[in-house]
Nanobody, 126 residues
Framework: QVRLVESGGGLVPAGGSLRLSCAVS????????MAWFRRAPGKEREFVAS????????GYADSVKGRFTISRDKAENTVYLQMNSLKPEDTAVYYC???????????????????WGQGTQVTVSS
């Protein structure tokens, strides 16, 4: 069973930065890509960023491109999301997820991910 635990959320003023972490444990292939999603109050879960398992290839939502950076430490089995220049509209619960298939290309679709963390709250004040 795969377990994902997010951390690093909090309250930050607009323009500030946060670094989210997602620790992965359990039976998961090292060849599966990972992603961050978020859900704002009253909205659907939306894609934020993804990273392939065995290359530095990454993908971002247009709304965060240039401000957020996804990375992974395979030795530590941890995925990070560095968030800079935060805006109030970035306020949401942030989730990390593991792609359901090894060697898959990057995807922004929720249904492509079958293991999720419990989420960490990020609140950006104006």
């Amino acid at each position: 069973q795969v377990r994902l635990v997010e951390s690093g959320g909090g309250l930050v003023p607009a323009g500030g930065s946060l670094r989210l972490s997602c620790a992965v444990s359990g039976r998961t292939s090292s060849m599966q890509s990972m992603a961050w999603f978020r859900r704002a109050p009253g909205k659907e879960r939306e894609f934020v960023a993804s990273i392939r398992a065995n290359s530095p290839t990454t993908g971002y939502a247009d709304s965060v491109k240039g401000r957020f950076t996804i990375s992974r430490d395979k030795a530590e089995n941890t995925v990070y999301l560095q968030m800079n220049s935060l805006k109030p509209e970035d306020t949401a619960v942030y989730y990390c997820a593991v792609h359901r298939r090894p060697y898959a290309l990057l995807s922004s679709e929720v249904y492509e991910y079958d293991n999720w963390g419990q989420g960490t709250q990020v609140t950006v004040s104006s």
